[in-house]
């Protein structure tokens, strides 16, 4: 075979020309960009939920563990705390995601954790001290979550000294869910 026609047939099994410019056309790059817009659109909500969810996680457990502290501060001290301090904890009275405040004392005490950004629920614990139908010393305890987002001050949960069942001494408002 002649040079000059293998050198034609290796040009057409390579299909390339010798001055074929390479890339992307403008209108292939948009629409990729288009494709990343949509699906950041569509991912940014999802992962913001999830980042405030995480955020929320903090108050419920530090609920949990006051409204713990307050069951035992009042067994052996026949009184709720009123303040975070008294409970020896070692959790601080704010985060960066929430500010906490314990109120109370004697029969009854609560925890309210107003959140420091609008994007996350604000929570509220109770304990109460009362006697059962059967006069058997009993401590309510309850933990809730707004119905909503925003920053304000939760509101107190609903309480009663003079109770005869648990849902009766202690349980949330209108504008709160009761977390387990």
């Not at 992307?24 to 817009?37: N, S």
Request: aromatic residues 6%.
């Amino acid at each position: 075979m002649k040079s000059e026609l293998k050198v034609k047939y290796l040009q057409f099994l390579l299909g390339k020309k010798k001055d074929s410019n390479e890339g992307f056309t403008l209108i292939e790059l948009l629409v990729v960009v288009i494709i990343i817009g949509v699906l950041a659109a569509i991912a940014l909500p999802n992962f913001l939920n999830q980042t405030a969810k995480a955020k929320q996680a903090e108050a419920k457990t530090t609920i949990s563990q006051v409204n713990n502290a307050q069951a035992l501060h009042r067994n052996t001290n026949n009184g709720f705390a009123s303040a975070m301090s008294e409970l020896a904890l070692g959790l601080p009275e704010s985060t960066s995601n929430y500010t906490y405040a314990v109120t109370g004392g004697g029969d009854t005490a609560q925890i309210l954790a107003t959140a420091a950004n609008s994007a996350m629920k604000g929570y509220t614990g109770a304990n109460v001290f009362f006697k059962d139908a059967n006069s058997n010393s009993v401590i309510a305890t309850i933990a809730c979550e707004a119905n909503t987002a925003g920053t304000g001050t939760p509101a107190d949960p609903v309480k009663s000294t003079t109770a005869t069942t648990l849902t009766g001494a202690a349980s949330c408002p209108g504008t709160q869910t009761q977390i387990k």
